[in-house]
């Protein structure tokens, strides 16, 4: 079991830059896989970045060179560093966790999940 507090997000204006965090606790952090997903207003939920518990990571088409997603083993934290954002990334964010440590692109592939942080952006 593992529970994942996500912090970071808030007001920013296109073309600016954020980095949430997502602190995990218990002490097997390295063997998940682990992910951020976002769900903007009236839309799906969709993956943002993953990492695998090897360091392997992917990314959606839409955030490709613009976002990064880390993870520091010591610290327990994943994180999602974003750069020029656009009003588009507007968004709750989600951290999620995977037991079987691999990269996917559905949310169904997680086992747990964090409460989510806004991230707004202005035009």
């Known amino acids: 079991q593992v529970q994942l507090v996500e912090s970071g997000g808030g007001l920013v204006q296109a073309g600016g830059s954020l980095r949430l965090s997502c602190a995990a606790s218990g002490r097997t952090f390295s063997r998940y896989g682990m992910a951020w997903f976002r769900q903007g207003p009236g839309k799906e939920r969709e993956l943002v970045a993953g990492i695998s518990r090897s360091g392997a990571s992917t990314y959606s088409v839409s955030v490709e060179g613009r976002f990064t997603i880390s993870r520091d083993v010591a610290k327990n934290t994943v994180y999602l560093q974003m750069g020029s954002l656009k009003p588009e990334d507007t968004a709750v964010y989600y951290c999620?966790?995977?037991?079987?440590?691999?990269?996917?692109?559905?949310?169904?592939?997680?086992?747990?999940w964090g409460q989510g942080t806004q991230v707004t952006v202005s035009s």
């Open positions: 999620a966790a995977s037991d079987s440590g691999g990269l996917y692109n559905t949310g169904t592939a997680y086992d747990y």
